[in-house]
């Protein structure tokens, strides 16, 4: 009995693949506890209203980490049914550790922590925020950032080293050539840093500026090179997404060829490519163009079989 409420419970809680009503309630419920959250975090800040209703602030917070931290235990305790700690040690400890887990349990231990450590107000506030990542959850578009990130932090190191290198260098010739002029502003190199940092990133808040000549040409030549340096993690970042989305295209594209080898795609099939969409933010339109394209393609007539009338179309 115990393994299989803990199977049911897996398929209701984890596989999100929309298809489940009792795992759409518990999605819905969730998502609106987290943005319920944020929006009190926000208004906790305004006096005029959270001194009138500090008692029920505090009861709101109490209920969303009573479920959150529900939710938390309950994830851990199925994490030995996922696919990929199968047949793992501790498989348990090793979904604790994942990013996801990590999020789930930074939402909910600075309450605990309150009670073991004296924080200051702002800062427990600011903690609380971190329950907005737990979105990531039912987000397609914030997983793939994340899996992009995740594949190309080897070129996002390289990319922010070669700023970091040329963040020291800009420091160090507006300290030498500004320093004399300016020996407030560009006081010692980390001083200058802050007019380094505003220069490359194209920003130029203007509160800081060379005013020399030598100055002026130096920055000139920092904010040229800063336009192209700044946009790499950006132009890394756009073609990681592209590539991801080609990619789960590719992977439709294979699960419709693979369905179409018997010429139709049955309900229990439609069932699977439409979980895959919802899952990977994949629209209705991409799909139907995907369904047209192999069609075409095909010198087999194919039939595609409506899951919701079974009529053929």
Known sequence: MPSRLKKRTFI???????????????????ITLIAANVMAVLFETLDGLYRPYAHLFALFEVFSVAVFSVEYAVRVWISSERAEYSGAIWPRLRYMLSPMALIDLFAILPFYLSFLVAFDLRFLRVLRLLRVLKLTRYSSAMTMLLDVIREEASTFFAAFFLLLVLLILA??????????????????????MWWAIITLTSVGYGDVSPITPAGQFFGSVVSVIGVGVAALPAGI??????????????????MLLEALKDGVIDAEEELELEAYRRRHGISVKILNEVKSQ????????RVFVCRHCGKEN
């Open 237 to 254: 970042l756009a073609s990681g997404l592209a590539d991801q989305v080609r990619r789960k295209r590719e992977e439709m594209r294979r």
């Open 294 to 301: 192999l069609s075409s393609e095909s010198t087999v007539p």
């Open 171 to 192: 420091a160090s010739g507006a300290y030498i050539v500004e320093h004399d002029a300016q020996p407030d502003k560009f006081a010692s190199i980390p001083h200058a």
């Open 12 to 30: 209701v809680l984890e596989t999100n693949d929309g298809t489940g009503r009792l795992g759409k309630v518990i999605d819905i419920v969730l």
